[in-house]
T-cell receptor, first 109, second 116 residues
Framework: RKEVEQDPGPFNVPEGATVAFNCTYS??????FFWYRQDCRKEPKLLMS???SGNEDGRFTAQLNRASQYISLLIRDSKLSDSATYLC??????????FGPGTRLSVLP | GAGVSQSPSNKVTEKGKDVELRCDPI?????LYWYRQSLGQGLEFLIY????????KSGLPSDRFSAERTGGSVSTLTIQRTQQEDSAVYLC??????????????FGEGSWLTVV
């Protein structure tokens, strides 16, 4: 089993739609969690950190479920500019940042 | 500089040649990472430097790959006797502290390597 797994995608959604991505991790000792976004042929960039109580940043909401070892990202009112690959990132003691394979999102006009 | 700087941004080399890729992390960042990403694939961890500690080389795919970090700042990734399967974008990243310090990781724009 891979350390970090994500919905395979791609997700093709119309503008204005709400879309949710899931990510699961295998290391129960994982302590820090992030969502990154990567545009085509660009470097990954931090979208948001994920906190235990869940957190929201505008149209983006991240949730963490430690018991089930999964993280989610919800995007409301999708924009064309949200089209990208979304990477789930996890770290644990003695472990580097581990990136999931990514979920590709295409927001269609 | 303001961000992680990598050079060259693009490199085309002949199979069997050696290449050096350079990374200048964000000033003050003690942790430096190298990742590799082949076209359409996920990020593959290569090596991690943290301060004066011995680097974590567990991700280097073969002994043709090596990296060093001089003076706790600039890092060079060297690939010897390049093969076509080495073609990828090599991404350098840095963070203020190690992975568990709660700090996030910032990437450079990458060095795009093509082996012909």
């Amino acid at each position: 089993r891979k350390e970090v797994e994500q919905d395979p995608g791609p997700f093709n959604v119309p503008e204005g739609a709400t879309v949710a991505f899931n990510c699961t991790y295998s290391n129960s000792a994982s302590q820090s969690f992030f969502w990154y976004r990567q545009d085509c042929r660009k470097e990954p960039k931090l979208l948001m950190s994920v906190y235990s109580s869940g957190n929201e940043d505008g149209r983006f909401t991240a949730q963490l479920n430690r018991a089930s070892q999964y993280i989610s990202l919800l995007i409301r009112d999708s924009k064309l500019s949200d089209s990208a690959t979304y990477l789930c990132v996890v770290t644990a003691y003695g472990q580097n940042f581990v990136f999931g394979p990514g979920t590709r999102l295409s927001v269609l006009p | 500089g303001a961000g992680v700087s990598q050079s060259p941004s693009n490199k085309v080399t002949e199979k069997g040649k050696d290449v050096e890729l350079r990374c200048d992390p964000i000033s003050g960042h003690t942790a430096l990472y190298w990742y590799r990403q082949s076209l359409g694939q996920g990020l593959e961890f290569l090596i991690y430097f943290q301060g004066n500690s011995a680097p974590d080389k567990s991700g280097l795919p073969s002994d043709r790959f090596s990296a060093e970090r001089t003076g706790g700042s600039v890092s060079t990734l060297t690939i010897q006797r390049t093969q076509q399967e080495d073609s990828a974008v090599y991404l350098c990243a840095s963070s203020l502290g190690g992975p568990l310090s709660g700090n996030t990781i910032y990437f450079g724009e990458g060095s795009w390597l093509t082996v012909v």
